[in-house]
């Protein structure tokens, strides 16, 4: 976004022609020096005041994992998913078999058996594979719904936590942190009341 002043500089530069236009024009390198200057004068301030900031670290994943609402949520979706899951496991098992079958019949088979068996032991593998993706699909949108509740519950207590004792700055997912600023462990127990 250009500045009203870079605006009128390169409005007032395009009326004349063969004159330049831009930050290195005549007018724009003083619009550059000064903003050089603010620059350099905001680094100069920016680590005084950052080293008064109280700066807090959250961990989601452990959240996810650990937190009350989260083992719930784990437990109830496994308990919603395990007969489809056992289901799947059957027909594994029922696929294994008919192989195995095949596999010691197929020598002595005439064909137009042999075509057959291949083509039974196909269309199940494919159901098998198609049921698989509907499972996981299923599966991971409900976990999805699931988990977005508790992590809209979770950003809530950070914000109270945060405004309660006077937060700068709270992250989320960092490379490296020094366990001194982890607050993980109040907004889990925040979560479990």
């Known amino acids: 976004m250009k500045s009203a002043i870079t605006l009128q500089s390169n409005q007032s530069a395009a009326s004349q022609p063969g004159r330049r236009t831009g930050l290195l024009s005549a007018g724009g390198r003083g619009l550059l020096a000064a903003c050089a200057l603010a620059v350099s004068a ?102 999805n719904e699931e988990f977005s509740a508790i992590v809209e519950k979770a950003n809530a207590a950070i914000k109270q936590i945060a405004e309660q004792d006077n937060y700068d700055l709270i992250v989320q997912d960092a490379v490296t942190v020094n366990p001194r600023i982890d607050i993980t462990d109040r907004i889990i127990q925040a979560l479990d009341k």
């Open 42 to 143: 905001g680094m100069m301030t920016a680590p005084a005041h950052a080293q008064g900031a109280k700066v807090g670290f959250v961990n989601t994943e452990r959240i996810l994992r650990d937190s009350k609402p989260a083992k719930d949520a784990q437990a109830k979706i496994e308990s919603e998913f395990s007969r489809r899951d056992t289901e799947l496991q059957r027909l594994a098992n029922n696929l294994r078999s008919e192989a195995e079958k095949f596999e010691k019949d197929g020598p002595v088979l005439s064909e137009s058996d042999r075509v057959r068996r291949q083509r039974e032991l196909s269309n199940l593998d494919m159901d098998l594979q198609r049921k698989r993706r509907e499972f996981q699909e299923d599966f991971n949108r409900r976990r």
